[in-house]
């Protein structure tokens, strides 16, 4: 009975960890999908295939623009970019769209912001765009012009990866010669931000609150004492260098992506990682053991490890260049005092932003049912893609 008890106390604290994780950003989340809804609606996925046809700093730059509007689900984001390289994107472009539509998206850092600090968010916003920077140049240098090729006749060998339907759907309103905000009042406007909020959701909800109740479980059973030791943090020098080598290995086996290893980042954090260490983790999410799978379907084993080493590098470079640069700075972050809390609900700033938000919500949902695609859209998210997914899409 006694272990009983301590079996469910430890349980309850877990849950409640989780809890007030998901009470804390619940609002935030709302916002960044619906804000994140209503650049997809305006930004047409044919339009990006047209853009991307070569590895030169501008089309990179365009590249990593165009996965900052996108969603923030990395299984549709892996799946696009392989979309893109085989309708004639440059591959080195097409990742660095995919390195882009997950770690320079407004949901992103709209919850690092509340969790972790704006100095996260900043560190996130520099380190992104370096990371791509890196890869490009490791490409240049190692990707030779015979893996680019096997790659591609692998690509089109059409193995499923996940989110395949989502990658490929393009609900976006047509142009029309009307402007960015007319398009966004029409009525097909409204109907598209429904969609993309819907649809987004749906995509990363699984690993959004997975993250969070493996962060629970983490805060309620791991001591602290234990990250310490692990991540060196009474070694402050080699902890510089320990935790952005180390923080993408730990992400690899978690296997949460998207937005959802947030909120582990922060129990990281008050464990002792070190400030690039945490960057290094939240970047390390394209390659979970999950994803890695995906790469080894879609490309090939030697593209997939090519992969797993350009980006592990990068990955780590671009944490390590973060904390050297914010520390030289003088804005690198010391306070351990990410948001890791223990479930409390009282009338504060945040749960009239809550009640707000999920009013937000559920007039989205209810414009996505009434007007969009309905539950037929939501099963063709992880559907073969094909025309009847354009079809489908535009058919409302």
């Avoid at 320990?242 to 582990?264: K, R």
């Amino acid at each position: 009975m006694i272990f009983a008890v301590a079996v469910g106390h430890e349980l309850w604290q877990a849950l409640s960890f989780a809890f007030g994780m998901t009470w804390e950003v619940l609002w935030a989340l709302i916002l960044g999908f619906a804000l994140s809804a209503v650049v997809q609606a305006v930004v047409s996925k044919r339009e990006m295939r047209r853009l991307l046809p070569d590895d030169s700093p501008k089309t990179l730059a365009v590249a990593s623009g165009l996965g900052a509007a996108s969603s923030s689900c990395s299984y549709a984001s892996v799946a696009l970019a392989r979309s893109l390289f085989r309708k004639g994107a440059n591959f080195t472009a097409a990742i660095a769209f995919e390195i882009a539509s997950t770690n320079l998206v407004i949901e992103l850092g709209i919850i690092m912001a509340i969790l972790l600090g704006w100095q996260f968010v900043l560190g996130e916003f520099v380190g992104g765009p370096l990371m791509i920077v890196f890869l490009a140049i490791l490409f240049r240098a190692f990707l030779k012009k015979s893996l680019v090729e096997e790659a591609r006749r692998e690509a089109e060998r059409g193995r499923l990866g996940s989110m395949e339907g989502h990658a490929e759907m393009d609900m976006s309103v047509e142009d029309d010669g009307r402007s960015l905000w007319r398009r966004l009042r029409s009525p097909e406007g409204f109907t598209a931000t429904a969609d993309y909020f819907v649809m987004d959701w749906a995509a990363v909800a699984r690993d959004v609150f997975g993250g969070l109740l493996i962060a629970g479980a983490l805060a309620a059973w791991v001591p602290n004492s234990f990250w310490q030791r692990f991540f060196l943090e009474h070694h402050s020098t080699l902890a510089k260098f320990w935790g952005p080598l180390v923080g993408p290995a730990v992400a690899i086996v978690s296997f949460v992506c998207s937005i959802g290893n947030v909120p582990l980042a922060a129990v990281l954090w008050n464990g002792g990682i070190s400030f690039g260490g945490v960057l290094a983790f939240i970047f390390a999410d394209l390659i979970i053991l999950p994803i890695l799978d995906i790469y080894r379907r879609y490309y090939g084993w030697r593209m997939a490890g090519f992969l797993l080493a350009t980006f592990y590098t990068t990955m780590v470079a671009a944490g390590l260049a973060v904390e050297v640069l914010f520390k030289g700075l003088g804005i690198e972050r010391h306070a351990r005092d990410a948001k890791v809390e223990m479930a409390s609900v009282s009338w504060n700033y945040t749960t009239y932003l809550n009640i707000v938000f999920l009013l937000v919500a559920a007039a989205l949902v209810w414009r996505y049912f009434r007007r969009g695609g309905g539950w037929e859209m939501l099963r063709l998210m992880n559907e073969p893609a094909g025309e009847d997914h354009h079809a489908h899409a535009h058919a409302h």
